[in-house]
């Protein structure tokens, strides 16, 4: 799963990235859907694709990943004019991959209960 998850990753922050700096399209995707709702979405299917790529402590490396990738975004927004850093988009990162990985978290758990009462 870590083969395809991974780069897919790299992927979509690059597209990430790539789209949301590019002009007018961020504003126009912005005034659609709502900044704070496309990063929640964004994030968290990032952090998705973390999580499931990591075998050891996947919760605190797609935390770490992603509050790092959040802060590299919203860095290369600030060398462009007419887009801007925000704080607030950092903590909607930062949330969405918190929200992503209890969510993972439990439902793994909940998977591995399942097959082990189901073994026995």
């Known amino acids: ?21 590019l002009p007018g399209l961020a504003a126009d995707m912005s005034d659609a859907f709502g900044d704070k709702r496309l990063h929640l979405a964004a994030y968290a299917f990032l952090t998705a694709l973390i999580y499931v790529s990591v075998n050891r402590r996947p919760a605190l490396v797609a935390m770490l990943a992603v509050t790092a990738l959040g802060a590299l975004d ?32 439990i439902g793994s758990s909940a998977i591995g209960s399942f097959r082990a009462i189901t073994k026995s």
């Open 74 to 105: 919203e860095s290369i927004q600030s060398f462009f004019p007419y887009r801007q850093a925000e704080l607030l988009d950092l903590l909607a990162d930062i949330l969405a991959a918190g929200a992503t990985v209890i969510s993972l978290h």
């Open 1 to 21: 799963m870590a083969r395809i998850c991974l780069p897919a990753a790299g992927l979509f922050f690059l597209v990430l990235v790539t789209v949301g700096n």
